[in-house]
C-alpha cells in the first residue's frame, strides 16, 4: 500500500515490542503484505530490467523429467522384478 | 492517458516519509517529480453529493444526472435482465407478479446494504422464488393422497439394490429404516419412547388437511395472527408474539406432535412452538410414519418445521444433530440434494461444536457430494476438514479414495470403489457414475485399438450385464459401434470416441449447471 | 500541535503518503506519545474549532474553504476514533474493540463524504483513503474476534442456525465501506490527471483482501466485472504505482487458479512475481506458491533448486515433490503428498499439486520405454527404440518399490488403465492392443510427446 504508515513497517524490529502491546492485530501469517513503498524502478523488481521481457525467468524453471544416469539402475531393477513375476506364474 | 502524470507521481516525496525497509530501498523508491503547489484544483463537482445511499458502485458513463441517482452494480443488473428473459418465463407465474417480487427482492437488498453481498448470479430468479413458495404450501399433507404417493425413484435406482436401505411401505416392516442401518450407536435415539398420540395426531392433520385451508393460515400469519393448525388457542394480539431476536430464545409452549413449515418473517408465536419434550416425541412420530408410509413431501415439511423450532428455541444439543442427520439421511435417499445440502451445511456447523452425532458418516457424504457439483472449491473446504482421525474412519477413506480415483483418471479403482460404498453414499455415488462412465469410455475408446470386447467394458466399468452395457454404448452413440465378432460383441473404439468425447462434455455441462443449488 | 504541523506540511507539499501518515491511528517510535497528545489538545466542547484554527489558521496553505471543512469534519471523526484506541489501551472499562470500529467507521464516512461531496478533495490525497480504509478492515477484524468471544448467539429468525454469517458481521459492514471507496475511485469523471481513478487498484486490493477474509471469493467476481466494464476509461496498468499492480495481480492470479484456470492464473502470477520488489519475500514466497502448482499444471515446468533455495519453506512444500516427479517415483511421490498433505490443503494447492502424480507416472513410463533399448538396426539405418512394450513391463515399473508383497497391488487392469490417461491426455503417444497384451508406441521420439523420445 502506501507508504504512510511507517509504524507498520514490520521490517523494522524496534516497531515489534510496540507494536504488540497495542490494539492493533497484525496481518496473518498467510496474507499478502502491504509493500512499504508504493513503487520502486524495475531495477528492484524481482525480473530486473536488463533481463528479456519472456525469458529473464528461464534459468529458475527446468523440464519435469530426468535423464540421469541411473538408467542402468532402473533397467536391472526393471528385469529382476520381471522375473518374479514370471517365477509366481 | 498513458501520458498524463497521475497525482502519485506529481507528488513531492518528503525523503523522511518513506520508510526503510532494511532490505529494500537503499537507492530512493521513488521518481521525484515537481511538487504540485496549485491546490485550488477543478471541482469535482459531478457526484452526487453526501448523502447518497451507499451502493452505487457502477456509475453509467452516460448519465450526468444532477440529483442523486442509486446505480445498480453490472450484476444486480444482469440479473434483472435473465428475469426479464423470455426462456425465464414461467407461464404460472404472471408478469406483474415477477416484477412486484423483483421489486422486493432489489429494495430489501438495497435497503440492507446488500447490493455487493448478494451472489447475483446464483440468486434464483424471482419467478422461481414465487414458485417454490407456492410449492411450499402445496405441498404440505392431505389426507387424500397420504400413503398412496409414489415418488419416481432416484435416477440412479438401478436393480442393483447395494446399500440400499430403503424402507417403503412395500418392504415389509422388519426391515430396519435407513438411519438404524446406517447407525446402529443412536443411544439417544433409542432412549426416546414414543408416546400414543395418534389420535390426536389425525385430528390436527385432518384440520390442516387442504391446501386451501394451509393457504388461508398463510395469509393469517401475514397479518399477525399465529398458526391454526397448533391445535392450542393463540390470543391474536399475545404480547409474546413480539419477542425480539436479541432478547433471546422463544420458550415454546405448543403440545401438538406435527406441524406444518412455514418460513418465519416474524418472531414466532410461543404457542405454536413445541418445547423440546414434544419434539422429541414428534421425532419418534416421524420416523415411524416415514418408515410405513414413505410420504417424501409430508416428511420434508414435518422436519422442516421441526428444525425451525429447534432454531428458535436456541436449541442446539445432541438432539438437534440427530435431526439434521435424519432429515439428511431420507433426503439423500430421495434424491432431494437440494434438502441435503442445506441439512450437511447445518450439519458442519453443529459438528464443529463437538454436540456429538455422526461427523465421520456426514464427512464421507460431503465429499461425494462435491464429487457430484464438481465443486472444487469446497472440495478443498472438504478436505480441510477431515483429521487424521477421521481418515481411519472406513467412509471417509471411502470417500477420499473415490475423490483421488477420480482425480487420477483412475477409474479402474473407482468402480471397484462404487460397488463397495458403505453407508448412504451409493445414492450420491448413483448421482454421477454415468458421467464417470463416460468419462471413462471417451479416454478407453482413444487408447485401445482397433476395438475391445464390451465384457471387458462391462467388468471395467461396475455394469451388471454386457446388455447393460451395450445399452448404455447406444444410448450414448450409435448401432455403427460395436460389431459381432468371434462370438463376442465388440467396441470400435475409434468410431465410438468423438460420440463419448462429446457426451462426457455434456454430461459435466449439465452437472456445472445443477451443481449450482 | 504536532499533528496539525504534520498536516500542514503534508498539504504544502502535496504529499499523499505524508498526509496519511497523519491519518494513522498509531503512535511512531520517534513520537511514542503521537495519539495521547493528539487526544489531549482539546475536548470535544472545542474539538472543531480548535481543529479549524490549528489545521488552518496562520501561515497555512490557501486550501478552499470546502475542503477546509470536510478536513474538519475527517480530524474530528479521527480525535473521536483515537479516543477509542486509547481507552483500548489503556484497558478503560466501556472501552472494546466494536466502539473503536464504529468510531473508525465515521472517519471512513467522513473521507468518503469530503471526496464524493461539494468539498472535493483532491486526487494526491487518495493515499488517506488506503490508510483509513486499511485500518477499517483491521479494527472491523478485531471487533468480530471481540464479539464471537463474546458469544453472542447465532440464531436469529432463519429457519436454521446462523453462526457462519454472524461471525464476520463487522467486517462484512467494512467491505460495504470500501465498496464505497471502490466506487468513489471508479466513478470519478475528472481529468485522468486529476482522478481518483487513480486509487482504483488498491481499493480493489482493500476489498480482495477483505473478501478472502470473510471467506466469499465469489464476490470478487463483481469487482472485476465492474473494472472490466470501464476499462476503457481507465489508465493502463502498467502506469499505476507497482506496489498496486503487484498486489492486484496476485489476487487475480489466486482467483482464477482457485477456479481451476491455471493458465490465466499463472499469467497474473507471473506478472506479479517479475514486478515484485526484490526484498518483499514474503510476497515472493507467497507468489511462489501459487505459481509453482500452476507451471506443474500448465507447462509441467518444475522449480529449479536456485528458485526454492532461498525460501525454506518453498523448500520443503515442493523439494522433495519435485524430485519425486522429476525421477518418476511414485511411491516418494504419495509419500510427499501425504506428508503435506496439511499444509497443501490449507493453502488450497492440493487439487493441482495431485496431477502431479500424472507427470510421474509419465517419467516412470518412459523409463521403461528407455529401458527397453532399441531394434535390431537395419542396414545402415539409425537404430530405433523398440516400441511394442509388453503391458507387463509397466506393471512390473508400478512394482519396483512398493514392497507388493504375495497378490501384486496393481493389476494388470489397473495398469492398462493408467496407460490409457497417459494416451488419453496427450503425455504418451500409441495405443493398447488388448488380446495382444502389448502397448504399441509412436516412432520417431513422438511416444512421450516432447521429451525427446
Not at chain 2, 445498480?72 to 407465474?93: D, G, H, I, K, M
Not at chain 2, 464429487?371 to 469446497?378: G, K, L, V
Not at chain 3, 507497482?242 to 495481480?249: A, G, N, P, W
Amino acid at each position: 500500500m502506501s507508504n504512510s504508515t511507517p509504524a507498520q513497517n514490520k521490517a523494522d524490529p524496534s516497531e515489534q515490542p510496540q507494536q504488540q502491546q497495542k490494539p492493533q492485530v497484525l496481518e496473518e501469517d498467510d496474507e499478502f503484505e502491504d509493500f512499504p513503498v508504493e513503487d520502486w524502478p524495475q531495477e528492484e523488481a524481482e525480473q530486473a530490467a536488463g533481463s528479456a521481457a519472456n525469458g529473464g525467468n528461464e534459468h529458475l524453471w527446468e523440464e519435469s523429467w530426468d535423464d540421469d544416469d541411473a538408467a542402468e539402475d532402473f533397467s536391472k531393477q526393471l528385469k529382476e522384478e520381471l522375473k518374479k513375476v514370471e517365477a509366481s506364474h | 492517458m498513458n501520458s498524463s502524470a497521475p497525482p502519485w507521481r506529481a507528488t513531492a516525496w518528503a525523503p523522511t516519509s518513506t520508510p526503510v525497509a532494511s532490505q529494500v530501498s537503499a537507492a530512493p523508491a521513488y521518481i521525484p517529480v515537481q511538487a504540485r503547489r496549485s491546490l485550488a484544483s477543478n471541482k469535482i463537482n459531478h457526484l452526487p453529493s453526501n448523502g447518497s445511499p451507499a451502493p452505487q458502485p457502477n456509475m453509467s458513463a452516460a448519465d450526468e444526472a444532477p440529483r442523486p441517482r442509486v446505480e445498480f452494480p453490472p450484476a444486480v443488473r444482469l440479473y434483472v435482465q435473465r428475469c426479464f428473459a423470455p426462456e425465464n418465463q414461467v407461464a404460472s407465474v404472471s408478469h406483474s407478479e415477477m416484477q412486484e417480487k423483483l421489486r422486493h427482492v432489489i429494495t430489501d437488498a438495497a435497503e440492507n446494504h446488500k447490493l455487493d453481498m448478494i451472489d447475483w448470479e446464483r440468486l434464483a430468479l424471482p419467478q422461481v422464488m414465487i414458485q417454490n413458495e407456492r410449492n411450499k404450501i402445496l405441498a404440505n399433507p392431505s389426507v387424500s393422497n397420504w400413503g398412496m404417493s409414489s415418488l419416481p425413484s432416484s435416477p440412479g435406482d438401478t436393480g442393483r439394490k447395494r446399500k440400499s436401505t430403503d424402507t417403503n411401505q412395500q418392504q415389509s416392516g422388519k426391515e430396519s429404516p435407513p438411519w438404524r442401518k446406517a447407525n446402529n450407536r443412536n443411544r439417544f435415539e433409542d432412549r426416546v419412547t414414543y408416546p400414543s398420540t395418534e389420535k390426536k395426531q389425525r385430528m390436527t392433520l385432518d384440520d390442516s388437511s387442504k391446501s386451501k385451508a394451509n393457504l388461508e393460515m398463510r395469509k393469517k400469519r401475514f397479518e399477525g395472527v399465529g398458526y391454526g393448525n397448533s391445535g392450542t388457542s393463540s390470543p391474536v394480539d399475545s404480547p409474546s408474539r413480539s419477542v425480539d431476536p436479541d432478547q433471546g430464545p422463544v420458550v415454546g409452549r405448543c403440545q401438538t406432535l406435527e406441524k406444518n413449515y412455514f418460513r418465519l418473517t416474524s418472531a414466532p408465536n410461543p404457542d405454536t412452538v413445541r418445547p423440546l419434550p414434544v419434539l422429541q416425541k414428534a421425532l419418534d412420530l416421524l420416523k415411524k410414519k416415514w418408515k410405513q408410509e414413505g410420504n417424501y413431501t409430508y416428511i420434508c415439511d414435518q422436519f422442516k418445521s421441526l428444525r425451525q423450532d429447534l432454531t428458535v428455541q436456541h436449541i442446539r444439543n445432541e438432539f438437534t444433530v440427530l435431526v439434521y442427520e435424519i432429515h439428511a439421511r431420507i433426503a439423500l435417499e430421495k434424491g432431494d440434494l437440494g434438502e441435503y445440502n442445506q441439512c450437511q451445511t447445518q450439519l458442519r456447523v453443529l459438528y464443529a461444536q463437538q454436540l456429538g452425532g455422526h461427523p465421520t458418516e456426514f464427512k464421507a457424504y460431503r465429499i461425494l457430494y462435491f464429487i457430484y457439483t464438481r465443486n472444487w472449491t469446497a472440495m478443498n473446504d472438504a478436505l480441510a476438514d477431515v483429521t487424521a482421525e477421521d481418515k481411519q474412519d472406513l467412509a471417509v477413506k471411502h470417500a477420499l479414495d473415490v475423490r483421488s480415483a477420480l482425480a487420477l483418471g483412475n477409474y479402474h479403482r473407482f468402480f471397484q470403489l462404487y460397488l463397495d460404498t458403505p453407508n448412504m453414499g451409493a445414492y450420491l455415488m448413483d448421482m454421477f457414475v454415468d458421467r464417470e462412465r463416460l468419462t471413462a469410455l471417451a479416454a478407453i475408446c482413444r487408447a485401445y485399438k482397433p476395438d475391445v470386447n464390451i465384457r471387458f467394458i462391462t467388468e471395467e466399468l461396475g455394469f451388471e450385464s454386457d446388455e447393460q452395457t451395450a445399452r448404455f454404448i447406444l444410448d450414448h452413440s450409435s448401432e455403427d459401434t460395436l460389431e459381432e465378432k468371434h462370438g463376442s460383441v465388440r467396441l470400435l473404439t475409434s468410431k465410438a470416441a468423438a460420440r463419448f468425447e462429446q457426451a462426457k462434455a455434456e454430461a459435466n455441462r449439465i452437472v456445472d449447471i445443477k451443481g449450482q443449488i | 500541535m504536532e499533528l496539525a504541523n504534520q498536516f500542514r506540511r503534508a498539504y504544502s507539499t502535496a504529499s499523499g503518503p505524508d498526509l496519511a501518515a497523519v491519518l494513522t491511528p498509531i503512535a511512531t517510535p520517534n513520537n511514542p506519545h503521537r495519539l495521547h497528545s493528539f487526544y489531549q489538545f482539546t475536548n470535544i466542547q472545542y474539538l472543531n474549532k480548535d481543529l479549524h484554527t490549528n489545521l488552518f489558521h496562520g501561515k497555512s496553505p490557501k486550501v478552499p474553504k470546502p475542503e477546509q471543512n470536510a478536513w474538519v469534519d475527517i480530524f474530528a471523526a479521527y480525535w473521536e476514533a483515537v479516543g477509542e484506541v486509547l481507552k483500548c489501551e489503556d484497558r478503560h472499562p466501556g472501552s472494546s474493540a466494536v466502539a473503536i470500529f464504529t468510531a473508525w467507521k465515521k472517519l471512513a464516512n467522513a473521507l468518503i463524504r469530503g471526496y464524493s461531496g461539494s468539498s472535493g478533495l483532491p486526487a494526491w490525497t487518495l493515499p488517506c483513503l488506503y490508510t483509513v480504509g486499511k485500518f477499517l478492515r483491521t479494527f472491523a477484524i478485531k471487533a468480530d474476534v471481540e464479539a464471537a468471544s463474546q458469544d453472542s448467539s447465532g440464531f436469529g429468525f432463519q429457519d436454521d442456525l446462523s453462526v457462519e454469517v454472524e461471525k464476520n458481521a463487522n467486517l462484512e459492514e467494512a467491505a460495504r465501506i470500501m465498496n464505497r471507496m471502490f466506487t468513489l475511485c471508479l466513478s470519478d469523471r475528472a481529468p485522468i490527471e486529476e482522478s481518483r481513478k487513480w486509487g482504483i487498484y488498491e481499493t480493489t486490493n482493500l476489498l480482495f483482501k477483505t473478501y478472502f477474509k470473510i471467506n466469499s471469493v465469489g464476490l470478487t467476481k463483481n469487482l472485476l466485472r465492474a473494472l472490466n466494464a470501464q476499462s476503457d476509461d481507465l489508465p493502463p496498468l502498467e502506469a499505476f504505482p507497482k506496489s498496486h499492480i503487484v498486489t492486484f495481480e496476485y489476487y487475480v492470479g489466486v482467483i482464477h487458479f482457485l477456479d481451476e484456470n491455471y493458465a490465466e492464473a499463472e499469467k497474473h502470477l507471473s506478472t506479479a512475481w517479475r514486478l515484485c520488489h526484490r526484498g518483499a519475500f514474503k510476497n515472493r514466497e507467497l507468489i511462489l506458491t501459487y505459481l509453482i502448482p500452476c507451471h506443474l499444471v500448465t507447462n509441467h515446468h518444475l522449480p529449479r533448486k536456485e528458485l526454492l533455495a532461498p525460501f525454506p519453506r518453498l523448500e520443503q512444500l515442493f523439494g522433495s515433490l519435485s524430485n519425486c516427479i522429476r525421477k518418476g517415483d511414485l511411491v516418494g511421490f504419495d509419500q510427499a503428498m501425504s506428508a503435506g498433505e496439511a499444509e497443501f490443503v490449507k493453502r488450497r494447492i492440493y487439487l493441482p499439486l495431485e496431477r502431479g502424480r500424472d507427470i510421474a507416472l509419465r517419467n516412470l513410463f518412459r523409463k521403461v520405454f528407455i529401458a527397453g533399448g532399441f531394434e535390431e538396426a537395419k542396414d545402415g539405418q539409425p537404430p530405433i527404440r523398440r516400441t511394442r512394450v509388453p503391458v507387463a513391463e509397466f506393471a512390473a515399473a508400478l512394482r519396483i518399490g512398493t514392497h507388493a508383497t504375495g497378490r501384486t497391488r496393481v493389476d494388470t487392469d489397473e495398469v492398462e488403465c493408467l496407460l490409457a490417461n497417459l494416451v488419453y491426455k496427450g503425455l504418451m503417444k500409441g495405443y493398447i492392443a488388448r488380446e495382444r497384451g502389448i502397448v504399441v508406441l509412436s516412432k520417431n521420439n513422438t511416444a512421450f510427446p516432447g521429451t525427446g523420445v
